[in-house]
């Protein structure tokens, strides 16, 4: 009855730990703290007044800046506020009400409109499509990205499916990178649907935790290559860069697909934040700028991943298996009867994200996947808090078994 008893302390201790949400800590925000002093100008470089409304599309040397790192030509790229989950939101609203380029008629129209949704997969991409009832159908994931031969099967017999949710870099929670192959594949692929879109949500393109730093295949140029030129939105921002509640966010397209995008924008808003625009292109200044960056996050971040993969390592043995991604701001622990450790952690004081949030409607049938965000605690915390998620998981295998 060991793992009882050290549960039975554990509880006895009354934490409150946090690990729901992939958060940058104080310490990384900090990194960013001379950006409260910028912009120095507020004029742009081809002289627009950043005060003032208009420039739908957002600056053009932040364009420039960040067109390469998420892989869109400057003038394909659209500069937005401060959340790309509200620029993916925005876009289903659109393709709702407005027919995007391809389209035989508005979604709102259609009878049953189907999106595939990699998993274990970003809980708040399933959330907008319950808002709109779209049905979700999970495809599942693998070491190269989601299952395609179960995508494109799927993709070329039902006119339904509009789109499929994609984190290509550094997946959210998986931590794994679209090989070469997948990313051709989804570009060159047959779909029944002559508007389905992929949303390419790229959150992770610059979040790199290593030396070891993965690449991606540059997915809007092979849709072109393939005669798919319309096929992806690509999302990006720096809410994990700069300041989380102060960033910029992108939206990337093919020329028909921006101009789409622009013309619905123009009904909402006069103009974006130019003076935040200028603050960030004034702060990271360029690509290498961008990069020095981003390494002094991976200095605050990697001792944390390290420190997850120790703990698990020494504290579970064979009663879970774990990610060791490279980048982005998760780690997937895969146990069993995931939705009976999670409680038991809630009620020790370690808040996790629910056991099924990873899937579509919340529902991971082999309740298996727990999502581990590590970021935002100090290490001290971060440490006590997965030594705790293991009690719980060895207190759950010992009642099972």
Same mark, same amino acid.
């Given at each position: ?20 949400? %992939? ?32 420039? &739908? ?19 394909? &790229? ?42 274990? %997969? ?10 709109? %009832? ?120 093919? =020329? ?120 935002? =605690? ?24």
């Amino acid at each position: 009855m060991n793992a009882q008893r050290d549960y039975a302390d554990l509880v006895q201790r009354g934490l409150s730990l946090d690990l729901t949400r %992939g958060k940058p800590s104080p310490r990384q925000l900090d990194l960013a703290n001379d950006m409260l002093k910028l912009p120095t100008s507020y004029r742009a470089a081809d002289g627009t007044d950043g005060r003032n409304y208009g420039n &739908l599309q957002g600056l053009t040397e932040l364009r420039e800046l960040f067109g390469p790192l998420l892989q869109v030509p400057a003038e394909q &790229l659209v500069v937005g506020g401060n959340s790309s989950l509200a620029v993916m939101h925005d876009t289903i609203v659109h393709a709702l009400l407005t027919k995007v380029p391809g389209a035989e008629r508005r979604w709102v129209e259609e009878p049953e409109i189907t999106f595939l949704c990699p998993v274990p %997969g970003y809980d708040r991409h399933f959330t907008i499509c319950e808002r709109f %009832g779209i049905k979700m159908v999970p495809v599942p994931m693998n070491g190269e990205g989601p299952d395609m031969d179960v995508v494109e099967r799927l993709v070329a017999e039902d006119a339904s499916v509009k789109g499929i949710w994609c984190v290509p870099k550094y997946s959210n929670p998986s931590g794994v990178t679209y090989s070469d192959e997948t990313v051709r594949r989804l570009a060159a692929m047959s779909t029944a649907a002559p508007d389905f879109r992929i949303f390419w949500d790229n959150a992770y393109a610059v979040h790199h935790l290593t030396d070891a730093q993965a690449e991606l295949a540059d997915l809007l140029s092979l849709c072109a290559e393939h005669g798919n030129t319309d096929r992806t939105f690509v999302y990006g921002s720096t809410s994990k860069v700069t300041m989380a509640g102060s960033g910029v966010s992108f939206f990337g397209s093919s =020329p028909a697909n921006v101009k789409w995008f622009l013309a619905n924008t123009a009904k909402q808003s006069i103009g974006p934040d130019k003076l935040n625009q200028l603050r960030h292109v004034e702060f990271l200044r360029d690509a290498e700028g961008v990069a020095a960056h981003m390494r002094k996050h991976a200095e605050l971040v990697w001792p944390k991943f390290e420190l997850v993969d120790r703990v698990l390592a020494k504290e579970l043995g064979d009663l879970g298996t774990w990610t060791s991604p490279q980048g982005g701001y998760f780690i997937s622990l895969e146990v069993s009867h995931a939705g009976e450790v999670v409680a038991r952690a809630k009620a020790a004081g370690i808040a996790l994200t629910p056991a099924g949030a990873t899937h579509p409607y919340g529902q991971d049938p082999d309740d298996r996947t727990i999502r581990i965000a590590p970021t935002y =605690p100090d290490l001290e915390e971060l440490e006590q808090a997965i030594i705790g998620l293991a009690v719980c998981v060895r207190a759950v295998a010992e009642e099972r078994a």
